[in-house]
């Protein structure tokens, strides 16, 4: 089983806007999720449409919403991380800043950055990653 836009947009209310939202977009995201999250292992599981539709609202919400010019998110309410802390550095004239509090999830990269990305990774823990070829 696979989730559709349809599904997507019931269970994940605040990207139920097709206009900021269009299902393209959607189904862009929801395809590259279903190739993320292996279907043997997460679907035995039962969980499969809930990682898949975890990690989808996690990239709509990193991916969809940066405005690459001021360097910011426009989050939808209740999608953030929580208290953000932040890091300024500066070098040869040059300035940049980042940084969000991902907690217990900060060695887990940008997923750690949303509540749909820290959802998944519990899931993902549950379900077991499996083995990895370096």
């Known amino acids: ?3 559709d836009v349809a599904a997507f947009r019931a269970a994940y209310p605040p990207f139920a806007d ?3 939202y ?6 862009y995201w ?3 999720a279903a190739v ?5 292992r997460w679907q035995r599981s039962g969980l499969q449409d ?3 539709g975890l990690l989808t609202a996690h ?3 990193m991916m969809e919403r940066y405005d690459a010019m001021s360097g910011t998110y426009s989050l939808p309410t209740g999608t953030g991380s929580g208290a953000a802390t932040s890091q300024s550095q500066s070098a040869d004239g040059v300035s940049w800043s980042e940084g969000y509090d991902a907690g217990a999830y900060a060695g887990d990269g940008q ?4 509540v749909y990305g820290r959802q998944f990774l519990d899931l993902r823990a549950l379900v077991g990653a499996g083995g990895m070829q370096l």
């Open 36 to 40: 993320m999250v292996n279907s043997r």
């Open 59 to 61: 990239y709509l919400t």
């Open 18 to 20: 097709s206009t900021q």
């Open 22 to 27: 269009p299902d393209a977009r959607i189904t």
């Open 50 to 52: 809930y990682g898949q």
């Open 1 to 3: 089983m696979s989730m």
């Open 111 to 114: 997923l750690g950055a949303t």
């Open 30 to 32: 929801l395809d590259f």
